[in-house]
């Protein structure tokens, strides 16, 4: 078994802790941490414990243990991941479509009247549709970023289409745009809103006042589409 480590600096502290532990779990030792923590990374499907720098390995494993109980029944909870299945109708680019497996056709996947064909043998259904997606998304999300990049006066260099859990988006300095491909399943004023809020970037490197007027300057329903990620976005991240 091993048990991730994620640290800013080497230390020997975490690797004794999960040494003394019989199960997954990362491990992130800070100076900032002012006491043990413990958190479910739903995406990763893992406990996170939190450990502060000069923390003793009996008492973090001791906490650990201690809530053994609550992680594993916590770890329990979260949902399976989801495939594409064939009469299933999903939100893509804001519009329901529903999946019609013909492994007869050779068109690949097209997408006809709200019906997204796809063809080929039923085990690569979830791939071809997911490839289907990612390809589609560059073409949609380029077109729609230019277009709210133009109306600050900035430009996008590339757009980019990626299988993050981590975020929903970036913006680099060289004004290229990145976007998880999840995003396309999320309702059409959640997708405007998050490209308005990466265009924005391009003119507010930060968080600042004018990054927020200028998101809401190109999505009026920004706090909309913002509040519906908090509260589904996971859900999109079940889909692998």
Known sequence: MRITLLTGKTSDLPQKIQNELDFPIKIISSPRAGKLTLRIDSKERLPVLSVPKRCPVK??????????????????????????????TFSLFGRLVTICHNPKLRKGVFLENNILYVSGEKEFLHRRVRDF?????????????????????????DVTIKDTKSRW????????????????????????????????????????????????????????????????????????
């Not at 997606?133 to 277009?147: L, T």
């Not at 680099?172 to 990145?178: A, H, K, L, R």
């Not at 990054?211 to 859900?235: I, T």
């Open 59 to 88: 008492k973090a494993v001791d906490f650990v243990n201690f809530h053994k109980e609550w992680i594993f029944d916590s770890l329990k909870k979260i949902p399976d991941s989801k495939t594409f299945e064939d009469t299933e």
């Open 133 to 157: 997606i990612k390809k589609q998304a560059k073409n949609i999300f380029y077109a729609k970023s230019q277009e709210l990049a133009q109306k600050i006066g900035c430009r996008v260099k």
């Open 169 to 240: 988006g970036s913006c680099s300095s060289m004004c290229n745009i990145n976007y998880s491909w999840r995003i396309a399943l999320a309702p059409e004023f959640v997708i405007n809103y998050l490209i308005a809020h990466e265009v924005s970037h391009l003119k507010h490197q930060d968080h600042s006042r004018n990054f927020w007027n200028c998101v809401r300057a190109l999505e009026p329903e920004c706090s909309k589409g913002r509040l519906w990620l908090k509260q589904h976005g996971k859900e999109l991240y079940l889909y692998e």
